[in-house]
């Protein structure tokens, strides 16, 4: 499968720990993205890289997150002091940009999502 | 700032039926516009987009959505539902030329089919 990879699925926690999300690409994708999907809610962007240059990062992140890609391939999401609020689906997407920019080659490609729950 | 609204968070529809989602879009220039689809406990899947060129564009699973300027909207249809239809659908956005390609999405229209 060369699809984009989420782990782990499902993640439950206690209110007050730390969470660590991992998101492989598409190998050949130098663009990465998480966003962020609560309940009977549309996906939000959070940020997104390209290669290992962490280029935006949403309002929604905040300092308790931190996002790396440190070699431009694979991707980690933390969550620090975590909170019920966290509890939400966070999605990984993946596109190779082009020079020129034309959106067809910079389709997101979205991985199935961790599922985090926070008691 | 950019946004999309989906009018009817649910839309219930008889197997057989033509389904419409409505999307419509705020921006001052037309974005790109997209259509996906998911599954339960699943991902997102691109079922269609609209970047340039002909308004009326066709994905998969028999969806097609038309891009209307003048009503900034770009809805989604399939002439004949099916079972394996139900998911939840979703209308997003990127502005043209730049951004990051970051994509702003509706909230979401879950579709039920029924026999």
């Known amino acids: 499968d060369t699809g984009v990879s989420q782990d782990p699925r499902h993640k439950i926690t206690k209110r007050g720990q730390n969470v660590t999300f991992r998101c492989d690409p598409i190998?050949?994708?130098?663009?990465l993205y998480w966003y962020r999907q609560t309940l009977g809610q549309g996906p939000e962007f959070l940020t997104y890289f390209q290669n290992e240059a962490q280029l935006e990062k949403s309002r929604l992140l905040s300092d308790r997150f931190s996002a790396e890609r440190p070699k431009g391939s694979f991707s980690t999401l933390e969550i620090q002091r975590t909170e019920q609020g966290d509890s939400a689906m966070y999605l990984c997407?993946?596109?190779?940009?082009?020079?020129?920019?034309?959106?067809?080659?910079?389709?997101?490609?979205f991985g199935p999502g961790t599922r985090l729950t926070v008691l | 700032a950019q946004s999309v609204t989906q009018l009817g968070s649910h839309v219930s529809v008889s197997e057989g039926a033509l389904v419409l989602l409505r999307c419509n879009y705020s921006?001052?220039?037309?974005?790109?516009l997209f259509w996906y689809v998911q599954y339960p406990n699943q991902g997102l899947q691109l079922l269609l987009k609209?970047?340039?060129?002909?308004?009326l564009v066709k994905g998969i699973n028999g969806f097609e959505a038309e891009f209307k300027k003048s009503e900034t909207s770009f809805h989604l249809t399939k002439p004949s539902a099916h079972m394996s239809d139900a998911a939840e659908y979703f209308c997003?956005?990127?502005?043209?030329?730049?951004?990051?390609?970051?994509?702003?999405f509706g909230t979401g229209t879950q579709l039920k089919v029924e026999l």
């Open positions: 997407a993946s596109s190779q940009s082009t020079s020129g920019g034309t959106y067809l080659r910079n389709e997101q490609f």
């Open positions: 921006s001052s220039v037309p974005p790109y």
């Open positions: 609209y970047t340039t060129g002909a308004t």
């Open positions: 997003a956005v990127t502005p043209r030329g730049g951004g990051g390609n970051k994509l702003t």
């Open positions: 190998s050949e994708h130098n663009r």
